[in-house]
């Protein structure tokens, strides 16, 4: 995973967006560093998603969210060139599965996009929900709101939608690149860690679900 033609691939100037930081000397930051020696010790991810003892749900929770939109975020920058409104004119996953975008401002009903918008405005809202202390609460002793989970829920459901597309109409571009194994990796991490916690239900699942029986067994 941290080989130098990977670096190379997934460097920050692909990064759609910015990339979210913990603070060092938090909480937070040393369960990040915790999450990420778990995965490049390549110790089993099955057990690596695990709540490590003696740690709240919420914080886990809170810290893998925010290492998979910058993971996903940065899977997406790889390929967002070929991911254009003339060859994404849907937000699909494949002939079966097509994605409406919803939001609570400017699409109040389900709306067709293509999937570089659907993307854009993917990225730009969930970026709003990790930034918003009310949701995501970086001072030690805030407590996490009532509806974290709810919402952590949403923005993990949304982002295995990137997972859905980048796999079914880009895979080729991620194979020719030669860092299928990262994206698999990292899918099977993302993969492992919401079916541990129950945080996206089986029928959002579906799209991949051939490839995961294989890939996660």
């Known amino acids: 995973m ?4 990977l670096k190379q691939v997934f460097n920050k100037d692909k990064t759609f967006r910015p990339k979210r930081k ?25 057990l690596a998603v695990q709540l490590p003892p003696g740690e709240e749900l919420n914080d886990w929770v809170a810290v893998h969210v925010v290492d998979f939109f910058n993971r996903i975020n940065l899977i997406y920058g790889t390929i967002s060139d ?21 939001d609570e401002h400017r699409f109040r009903k389900p709306t067709a996009l293509s999937a570089p918008r659907y993307m854009d405005l993917l990225m730009d ?16 002793g805030t407590p996490f709101p009532k509806s974290f989970l709810q919402a952590a829920r949403k923005i993990l459901s949304r982002l295995f939608r990137v997972f859905v597309h980048v796999y079914i109409h880009h895979f080729d571009r991620i194979a020719q690149m030669g860092s299928e194994a990262h994206v698999n990796t990292c899918y099977k991490h993302f993969y492992y860690f919401v079916t541990e916690f129950g945080l996206i239900d089986t029928k ?13 067994r």
């Open 2 to 5: 941290s080989s130098p033609f």
């Open 22 to 46: 913990f603070e060092p000397g938090t909480q937070r930051f040393e369960l990040h560093k915790r999450a990420q020696a778990s995965l490049n010790a390549g110790l089993d991810l099955r």
């Open 82 to 102: 070929g991911c254009t409104e003339q060859s994404c004119p849907v937000m699909s996953g494949g002939p079966k599965y097509e994605y409406r975008w919803q």
């Open 125 to 140: 809202w969930v970026e709003v929900q990790i930034n918003n202390e009310d949701i995501f609460p970086t001072n030690v």
């Open 204 to 216: 959002e699942l579906e799209p991949l679900k051939d490839m995961t029986a294989r890939m996660c």
